[in-house]
């Protein structure tokens, strides 16, 4: 298969990029970081160094690709908002790098989709609670979700299947900087092979572990004035 997935220098994307070329595929791992990439190169992967926020960049680099049988989007950023203060560029850059570097890659791959082939967004399971600070977080996550199933509607017309990837904790290099208690934390390889499975699965909603995804789902179909109270009680007992 032809394979292109984006935020491949680092954490979730980087590991699924390693494991799909070590299955034989060829694959296209876009990054920044000019020497994490180089060891994507050195497994045989083909490197993208690219500024997802730069949409003429974006454009001119994706629509030279060849066709691809799957696009995976997991590049993306975490920052927490301060109750004592709103910070608007804190929360653009949130949704810059969490979805509107998605938008400037589906504009630039658009034109490639081919019948048969799978599309994948990264969102997070943690849009599923009202989680203290995490407005711009989770509200970039709620938007991937609803973007994965608009997009599921009118890509089937072209026999493109949409999937949502909606990971717990993983441990990677975005977490390290998490001070606070991380539940049922995975492995960045877990992860890869959840997503690949599910994949392979054709399933439209990757949600991974599933214990700890059964639970946010649970939570989630509760009165919101519980789930915000539940969430106060989490941040207090973070000391927050
Ligand atoms: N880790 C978790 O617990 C977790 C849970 C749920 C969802 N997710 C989601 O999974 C995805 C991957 O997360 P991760 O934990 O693997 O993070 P990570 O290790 O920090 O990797 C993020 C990747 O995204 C790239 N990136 C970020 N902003 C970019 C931009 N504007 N232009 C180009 N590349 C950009 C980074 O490239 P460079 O480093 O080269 O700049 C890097 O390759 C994210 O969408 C994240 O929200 C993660």
Redesign the pocket.
């Known amino acids: 298969m032809n394979i292109l997935i ?9 590991q699924l990029a390693l494991d799909y070329a070590a299955k034989g595929h060829q694959v296209w791992g ?4 000019k020497e ?2 180089q060891e994507l190169t050195d497994k045989g992967i083909t490197a993208l160094p ?4 730069d949409l003429a960049k974006v454009r001119a680099s994706l629509s030279e690709l060849p066709a691809m049988d799957l696009i995976v989007l ?5 920052e927490y908002l301060d109750p004592e203060c709103f910070d608007a560029e804190l929360f653009s850059r949130v949704w ?3 979805v509107l ?1 998605v938008a400037n890659c589906l504009d630039g791959v658009w034109g490639q989709l081919k019948p048969g082939s799978q599309l994948a967004l ?5 849009h599923l609670l009202p989680f203290s600070q995490a407005g711009a ?1 989770g509200s970039s ?1 709620a938007a991937i979700h609803y973007l994965s199933q608009a997009l599921g509607t009118d890509l089937a017309a072209k026999q493109v299947s949409v999937h949502c ?11 390290d900087k998490n001070a606070f208690a ?1 539940p049922n ?1 995975i492995s ?1 390889e877990q ?1 890869s092979q959840y997503i690949m499975k599910g994949l392979a699965k054709g399933k439209t909603s990757i949600n991974f572990p599933g214990v700890f995804s059964g639970i946010l789902h649970f939570l989630n179909c509760l009165p919101v004035s519980w789930q915000q109270s539940l969430c106060r009680r989490l941040a207090h007992k973070e000391g927050a």
């Open positions: 984006t935020g491949a220098s680092s954490g979730i994307g980087k876009q990054g920044r970081n994490r990439l690219l500024e997802l926020a997991c590049a993306g950023n975490c810059q790098a969490n570097t990264v969102g997070s399971l943690a977080y996550k990837v909606q990971p717990g904790f993983v441990k990677t290099p975005l977490t991380m934390m960045s992860a």
